[in-house]
């Protein structure tokens, strides 16, 4: 197996250029796995840990490597809420926003805060850069856009970033879990609501039916969050397997849905 641990972006870049099938390793939580387990043996990995361009968070952008215990101590309460449901905080020292977005679970705790707020995924190769909506990069469990020879840069978040945010997850255990659902809305000064479910689908949804009934609703009566419940339910797209039944994921997707909701209503 051959390492190559470049410093800087460009290097990284040329590395990439150069071994377009490498694995990129940057907390390493999802790929040592399977490297231990003997599920992969990549010929070539690059190393990120060293290119300081993708650990950058500056207004309105956030780098690929940047780590889940960073997460938690910003200041985007949403994503602090995520980051603090993740593994151990020895995982939360490793794990990265790229490798979540890298990985493409369905029940990736960092990729419903990206849906709801509509953020575009930043790529970069050797040949330039690109952007792409969360929804054109994420195709379905495993599977993303990136070509050969290209990385995920980072984010970029939206100019405006409602205050109001929540995040919620279910698991068959309090702490240190793969997430059976989870869910982050939120909601804008003037009503407009984003619902984005995980663990749901075949990727991150958003629930658009069910954002639309309370758009603009300011106290929204227990009737109108009842149907927004029941709409929830109706537009996921469950499966069953270890971890849950569909029709349990189902149900629990519109209850984690409200709930979440009614946080950010009284926030």
């Not at 000064?189 to 984003?194: E, I, L």
Request: aromatic share 4%; net charge neutral.
């Amino acid at each position: 197996m051959q390492i190559l641990r470049p410093r800087d972006l460009d290097g990284a870049l040329d590395a990439l250029a150069a071994h377009p099938d490498a694995s990129l390793l940057a907390g390493g939580t999802d790929l040592m796995v399977e490297v231990n387990l003997e599920h992969r043996r990549p010929e070539t990995v690059i190393a990120l840990r060293r290119v300081g361009e993708l650990a950058e968070w500056r207004d309105g952008f956030i780098g690929a490597t940047v780590t889940y215990a960073r997460m938690e101590r910003e200041r985007l309460p949403a994503l602090a809420e995520l980051a603090r449901t993740v593994g151990s905080p020895q995982i939360r020292a490793a794990g990265t926003l790229g490798g979540n977005l890298g990985t493409a679970s369905p029940a990736g705790d960092a990729l419903p805060f990206l849906a709801a707020l509509d953020a575009q995924v930043v790529l970069a190769s050797a040949e330039g850069r690109r952007r792409l909506p969360w929804d054109e990069f994420l195709l379905g469990p495993g599977h993303t856009a990136l070509r050969p020879g290209e990385l995920v840069l980072g984010v970029e978040l939206p100019d405006t970033v409602p205050a109001r945010q929540a995040f919620a997850k279910i698991g068959v255990r309090q702490a240190m879990v793969i997430a059976t659902v989870n869910c982050c809305v939120v909601r804008h000064d003037d009503g407009a609501t984003r619902v984005a479910m995980g663990a749901v689908g075949p990727t991150v949804l958003r629930a658009r039916e069910a954002e639309a009934l309370v758009a603009g609703v300011a106290e929204p009566s227990p009737q109108l969050l009842d149907e927004f419940q029941r709409l929830v339910s109706k537009e996921v797209q469950p499966i069953t397997d270890h971890r849950s039944t569909a029709e349990y994921r189902r149900h629990a997707a519109g209850v984690l849905a409200r709930r979440t909701l009614e946080r950010c209503l009284h926030r």
